[in-house]
T-cell receptor, first 112, second 114 residues
Framework: GENVEQHPSTLSVQEGDSAVIKCTYS??????FPWYKQELGKRPQLIID?????GEKKDQRIAVTLNKTAKHFSLHITETQPEDSAVYFC???????????FGTGTRLTVIP | SAVISQKPSRDICQRGTSLTIQCQVD?????MFWYRQQPGQSLTLIAT?????????ESGFVIDKFPISRPNLTFSTLTVSNMSPEDSSIYLC???????????FGPGTRLLVL
């Protein structure tokens, strides 16, 4: 089955700086890659996703890049704010938005 | 996106007992899923709840331990059977939004087994 690795496990940045979280996956058939943000005690919230027919997608301060050849994808957050502090999970699926396999998570702390 | 609710939101149970968690969606959805999130860990897919047929379980999860029902397109239940402290986790249901081709999560059920 799919194996998703995520790095780093923790990340601290100064407010206003950028944050980058990287994930690799094992199943070359994977074609859907969402990112979820989970605040303490809350449900995971979808923040952005990308499909294998595009290499990059941007939504305001958040962007995701995908390299299918290397089987890795990354989340980029620019101009970080304290409210960006949360645990971020990447995921991958070979069946569209079904059967998501999650990375181990990155705890992002934005220091005011 | 669909509005998803779960009951109970949290519970404390004794080992050896069973707990049934309910997941209700405000619109009909084809795909519903159950995940487990152990304390401080990532999300692990338990099974896909199929309407009108048996659930499809992932490796490491079995029907005897986690029986699932899916009587219609808006509702599913997950039972955690014969619980032990290792079952202490957050259990989340999720649904696939076919139109947006994304997956959304319910608020979760926080379970503590003593």
């Amino acid at each position: 089955g799919e194996n998703v690795e995520q790095h780093p496990s923790t990340l601290s940045v100064q407010e206003g700086d950028s944050a980058v979280i990287k994930c690799t996956y094992s199943d070359s058939a994977s074609n859907y890659f969402p990112w979820y943000k989970q605040e303490l005690g809350k449900r995971p919230q979808l923040i952005i996703d990308i499909r294998s027919n595009v290499g990059e997608k941007k939504d305001q301060r958040i962007a995701v890049t995908l390299n299918k050849t290397a089987k890795h994808f990354s989340l980029h957050i620019t101009e970080t704010q304290p409210e960006d502090s949360a645990v971020y999970f990447c995921a991958a699926s070979s069946t569209g938005a079904n059967n998501l396999f999650f990375g181990t998570g990155t705890r992002l702390t934005v220091i005011p | 996106s669909a509005v998803i609710s779960q009951k109970p939101s949290r519970d404390i149970c004794q080992r050896g007992t069973s707990l049934t968690i309910q997941c209700q969606v405000d619109s009909q959805v084809t795909m519903m899923f159950w995940y487990r999130q152990q304390p401080g860990q990532s999300l692990t897919l338990i099974a896909t709840a199929n309407q009108g047929s048996e659930a499809t379980y992932e490796s490491g999860f079995v029907i005897d331990k986690f029986p699932i029902s899916r009587p219609n397109l808006t509702f599913s239940t997950l039972t955690v059977s014969n619980m032990s402290p290792e079952d202490s986790s957050i259990y989340l249901c999720s649904v696939e939004d076919r139109q947006l081709e994304t997956q959304y999560f319910g608020p979760g059920t926080r379970l503590l087994v003593l």
